[in-house]
């Protein structure tokens, strides 16, 4: 699977050419000063659809740029994301038809707690769509909290979220660490989502007291096949219950966008549905 900058320039192409010629124009000279970031999602065919919608998601931060671009496809029932970013970091995952899924990153591997607030500001635009009303969430240094990544705030209470990766393989990470680039699968969503129940797994050893107050977040911004669609509903399926034992506060997957961020420890039968 190959993408990289090519995807980026492909997105800003694409938008460009459904946005009006002063709209383009802002739109460059924001890339020229802004590190920015596209996803673009290529959903499976649609029976009911003869045509190729595109809808373009305008990031109310930076007003003048796509930031999420949705079409359905053509031909196989398969599902692609691709994520690229404007300092030449790239992601991209593939759903096949015959079920199976794989994963590629290029560029510098992330260090140590680099990039929680951006994963916890995906997190925190999925709650609200949900009914939240929480702000911006922000890093936490305390050394008496160290649990504890980012929170956020309401009028209501203070949010605490843990941030882990959803790639528990650690020679996935070693491998983009020394190459800058790995790719990894093809992988049933069965084996996905037992990835996703090994790292929660490993946070096993934290304070059940603590637990509760806790919202888990799995990160899957550059692993996003394990945001897919029949990943999630394996967990549900197999290992809801025993996540839901654990006692945390909510457990979710996140993945590059709220669109593909889902709770993983209550059954889907009883999700609230994103507004």
């Known amino acids: 699977m190959r993408f990289g900058g090519k995807a980026y320039t492909t997105a800003i192409n694409v938008w460009r050419r459904a946005s009006s010629r002063s709209l383009a124009e802002r739109t460059l000279s924001a890339l020229e000063r802004t ?37 359905y496809g053509s031909g196989e029932l398969t599902e692609a994301i691709r994520v690229s970013d404007s300092e030449g970091q790239s992601s991209g995952a593939d759903r096949f038809e015959n079920g199976t899924v794989t994963f590629a990153i290029q560029g510098r591997s992330r260090q140590g ?94 304070d059940k007291s603590r637990r509760a107050k806790l919202i888990l977040a799995l990160d899957a911004t550059e692993t996003a096949s394990h945001a897919f669609r029949p990943v999630i509903e394996s967990f549900r399926r197999r290992h809801s219950e025993r996540a839901r034992r654990l006692g945390f506060g909510g457990i979710w997957v996140v993945g590059p966008t709220a669109d593909l961020t889902s709770r993983l420890d209550i059954p889907e039968t009883v999700l609230p549905r994103p507004r």
């Open 113 to 206: 707690e680099e990039g929680n607030v951006a994963i916890c500001r995906i997190l925190i635009e999925r709650l609200n769509r949900d009914g939240g009303h929480w702000g911006e969430p922000t890093a936490v240094k305390d050394q008496g909290r160290k649990e504890v990544d980012c929170e956020a705030r309401s009028p209501n209470g203070i949010l605490e979220i843990q941030v882990t990766r959803a790639e528990t393989n650690q020679q996935v990470w070693r491998t983009l660490s020394k190459e800058r680039e790995v790719q990894a699968g093809p992988q049933t969503a069965d084996q996905t989502a037992d990835a996703l129940r090994e790292s929660i797994q490993a946070k096993e050893n934290l």
């Open 35 to 71: 590190v920015c970031r596209l996803v673009a999602h290529k959903l499976p065919r649609r029976p009911d659809l003869l045509s190729f919608p595109i809808e373009v998601r305008v990031s109310d931060s930076i007003p003048e740029i796509g930031e999420r671009i949705v079409l």
